[in-house]
């Protein structure tokens, strides 16, 4: 009797999803139990590259960093619109998670799995279009932004508090050595002034 309760109990019990419908109804990454059915229209990388094989091998599956491959898809499954939608927890989600990320790469920057990449910082070699007087004299100022890390800390989607401030400490530190034309001040934005921010 308790056997075919038993068996009776296993044959009621829901079936996983097939697909879960993407959209901001997704909060977290626990709603991603299955793949996510984008909306018809929908162009993003994730949209397009995240297969059911990609899926299935994947999901439940977590970088050296431990950051879970479904929280690298939720920004995407959430927002439908994004362009790319899917971003790396670590460096190391790069490898882990190859099948996805080399086929972004290549559609996004043309780029390889087998390419190498070539730094050159000498900014005496770039090649700027000259401005026009009218554009020159827009420019007030300019920013360069910097959307790497430090290779012992996991990327933006994975990188806890904690880690932000130790990052932080590290780079103004790094910062505040510099010297000549690179020297300068590092404004935090925790407590900036108001005529700072101005």
């Known amino acids: 009797m308790i056997a075919a309760e038993r068996g009776l ?9 097939a697909t879960v419908e993407a959209g901001a109804h997704l909060k977290s990454v626990s709603q991603l139990v299955a793949l996510p059915k984008f909306p018809a229209g929908c162009t993003s990388s994730v949209c397009r590259f995240l297969t059911p ?13 431990g950051v879970p491959f479904e929280l690298m898809v939720l920004s995407g499954c959430q927002n439908v619109d994004s362009g790319i939608g899917v971003y790396a927890g670590s460096h190391d989600s790069y490898t882990t998670f190859n099948k996805l990320f080399d086929q972004v790469i290549q559609d996004y920057h043309k780029h390889g799995k087998d390419d190498k990449h ?9 090649k700027c279009a000259p401005f026009t007087a009218e554009e020159a004299e827009m420019v007030i100022s300019t920013r360069i932004r910097v959307g790497r890390n430090l290779a012992a800390y996991p990327l933006g989607p ?41």
């Open 118 to 126: 070539v730094s050159n910082m000498d900014y005496t070699q770039l």
């Open 53 to 65: 094989e990609i899926f299935n091998e994947y999901k439940g599956k977590k970088d050296k960093a």
């Open 158 to 198: 994975g990188i806890s508090k904690d880690q932000r401030a130790e990052v932080e400490t590290k780079v103004s530190g790094a910062l505040s050595g510099m010297t000549g034309e690179l020297a300068g001040k590092y404004y935090p934005l925790a407590g900036m002034s108001a005529a700072d921010q101005a």
């Open 9 to 17: 109990e296993g044959a009621l019990a829901p079936a996983a999803p």
